[in-house]
């Protein structure tokens, strides 16, 4: 662990740094594969699917009767886990709903905004040892609010050809209208051109390794869009001599387990704090099973000492935490000056891992700086905002002479014309 | 133009082709300039401002002075035109804002949602003979509202290194907070990397041509987000018997004058009408100033006769225009109906030139298809969504359980330990 005492403005930057990864030898391999899917389909998949997964499917659909045996698998206790975790999930999105924004601007000009749902949609949930099937309703629980029509799951099979059972459960429990045994970059190829068995979609969403991260990058060069651009995950910690150390250092642990590149970050006023936090954390990381990804995460973590909260939140907002939680005798001066940041988590008795499973948020939020211009996933991921307008008679003559001075000031004629003719019809 | 008489639904999709360009020449001098930009900043925006528009300046900043001259220059009768167009955005764009969104999903378990603006955006606006004082409404009034800190405005001088009044006019109404005389690929990087006189911005709205776009495309893989992808501007109007034939033709003229790559579809359940409109197109053509460039765009125009309105929609639904405009007896079918479409114009008197300059919705609308997946700008394009969650002693009781159970499922100990921690403090 780093411990920085009051570093200097002009250092943040650097402290702060995330790690950079180089994909450009990734990209041929994506570009190669996309071509592939592109032009033989559901045989390109099959080949990959052989190629990096080890298995060979006559049928990449999941059937009716594989998801049954996995609904019969799942234990009752993980059932009502996840049937909680939906509840709260729902509850959250459904309340973000808007109503038709109606305004008359001037007589006769009627305008609004309604949001409809993106008809076609692809998640993406990555297998191996996480089977992450709280990503399934942190996913489909919104998009089916959103009332997106095709809800389409991707995740590759294990070695024998399955899929994780918690993972069918979930997408069964939510939703998902059809769920496909393809992983890695053949999957989000195969949801960008559409294949004979996996449906075209308009919008992917959902993590992924390197491979899948730079897909999802390529599949915007052909039309579609995702959620938001991926990168290794992040908590950043402000706390102070109110923060219990244990939660603290379990909290920062529960970050750095994710992977050895995961982001770990303390900041506090107290220079007590930060060592009995990195106490702590030597002493819970003997217990833990994926100890040596926490170690290495933990080993590039950084605990810095500031001042006082306003520079704290100064060098939080210039880094954009994708989580962030702040547990301090003045948090309410955090919650109000936060600028930058995913997801935030208040006080002692609010863990991370609340929001990863089962507090109502969403856990797909943006890391890598991009707090600083990318919303987290909510319910407007899954809909595209239209305006309307309608325009009376009456209407047209208030502002149809502005439109005929405008237009001829930008050079365009025609536009000018659409105006011009209908005044003169109502002369 | 071309008449198709009720075509097959497996022929839409060709019918309905957009123009494709190709950009990988243009990527090329794109990255250069990128690099070049993010090396030497103002050395290399001012190296390229000369090659590219022949000026040579001291300083990119617009200045107070200029500024002073061009509100001067601007005739009242455009300024009061482009203030009733901004009192109109204005009502529009504010009505968007929404309230906090707050949930106690399970009892002290409180979640909410909040949307905080993007500190620093970028506005670029093209210069040459068609100056887009109206863009400037369109983004930097909303972006206001938003409150959004800095918004920095670039477009291309002219040979005599200035700015069009008009757009200056529109830069001080708005609350521009920095006006740059810099353009094309420069300005792009400029926004991006940030140079001596260019402030670094998070997200970079507006159009522009290739080079711009492309551009505006590269910058979002340096952390940088953009408003939309870009393509050619589009229009599909459906129309039947109700149409007045002049009006119809008058909007796909109106489209037409962009450029002769614009789209310009007419869709009716009416062979009368199509042949009315065919004639009206002609008559007007021959009005217009630029009557070259709509010449072009009209020749690779369609006029579409399908045999109802359950088919015409089906075929809308499928091409998704960013501009459509609906004119028959059956207008709410497709006002209801209406999946995928930027912003719709209803009735004989509501031509598109309204949305484009003043009747308050947004005309910074997803081209090229994306429609189906993209928003247009609105106000909560200059906000990102934040979420919040505060957990009682009660809350984490009440779903620690479930966090452990899911946590344990996906294999992640340390997540649960964080939970598992607070419980047993409390027991």
Not at 386 to 397: A, H, N, P, W
């Amino acid at each position: 662990m780093n411990k920085i005492y009051s570093p200097k403005p002009d250092t943040w930057s650097e402290i702060l740094e995330r790690p950079t990864k180089t994909v450009d030898d990734i990209e041929l391999t994506v570009k190669e594969i996309f071509k592939e899917v592109q032009k033989k389909g559901d045989e390109a998949v099959a080949k990959y699917t052989s190629i990096f997964d080890g298995v060979n499917f006559e049928n990449l659909e999941v059937s009716i009767q594989e998801i049954e045996t996995a609904v019969a698998a799942v234990p009752t206790e993980l059932k009502e886990a996840i049937q909680l975790a939906k509840s709260n999930i729902e509850k959250f999105h459904a309340a973000q709903k808007t109503a038709k924004v109606e305004v008359e601007t001037v007589e006769g000009v009627q305008c609004w905004q309604e949001k409809r749902p993106i008809q076609k949609i692809g998640l993406y949930i990555p297998g191996g040892t996480a089977p992450l099937f709280s990503t399934v309703l942190m996913l489909a629980v919104p998009a089916n609010i959103a009332g997106c029509k095709e809800i389409v799951l991707c995740s590759p099979p294990d070695k024998q050809g399955n899929i994780n059972p918690a993972i069918l459960y979930a997408a069964q429990l939510c939703g998902v209208t059809k769920i496909l045994k393809v992983g890695g970059i053949q999957a989000i190829a195969g949801l960008t051109f559409g294949t004979q068995t996996i449906p075209k979609v308009y919008k992917i969403f959902g993590p992924g390794n390197q491979f899948v991260t730079v897909a999802k990058q390529l599949a915007t060069q052909y039309g579609v869009a995702i959620d938001m651009p991926a990168g290794p995950s992040e908590l950043l910690v402000v706390a102070d001599d109110i923060a219990v150390p244990a939660f603290v250092a379990s909290d920062l642990l529960s970050q750095a387990e994710h992977g050895t590149d995961s982001q770990v970050i303390l900041v506090s006023t107290s220079k007590n704090l930060i060592d009995a936090v990195e106490d702590e954390i030597q002493l819970q990381l003997e217990q833990l099973p994926r100890k040596e990804i926490a170690e290495k995460a933990i080993a590039n973590s950084k605990l810095i000492y500031v001042a006082n909260d306003s520079t704290a939140l100064e060098l939080i907002n210039e880094y954009g935490p994708e989580h962030f939680i702040v547990c301090t005798a003045n948090d309410d001066f955090y919650i109000d000056g936060i600028e930058n940041a995913g997801s935030v988590f208040i006080g002692n008795y609010t863990p991370e891992s609340a929001g990863d499973y089962a507090s109502g948020t969403n856990h797909t939020l943006p890391t890598n700086g991009y707090a600083k211009n990318y919303s987290g996933v909510n319910l407007d991921s899954f809909t595209k905002s239209m305006t309307f307008q309608k325009i009376s008679e009456v209407g047209i003559q208030k502002i149809g002479k502005a439109i005929e001075v405008m237009a001829e000031a930008e050079g365009l004629q025609a536009h000018k014309h659409a105006v011009t003719l209908r005044l003169k019809s109502l002369e």
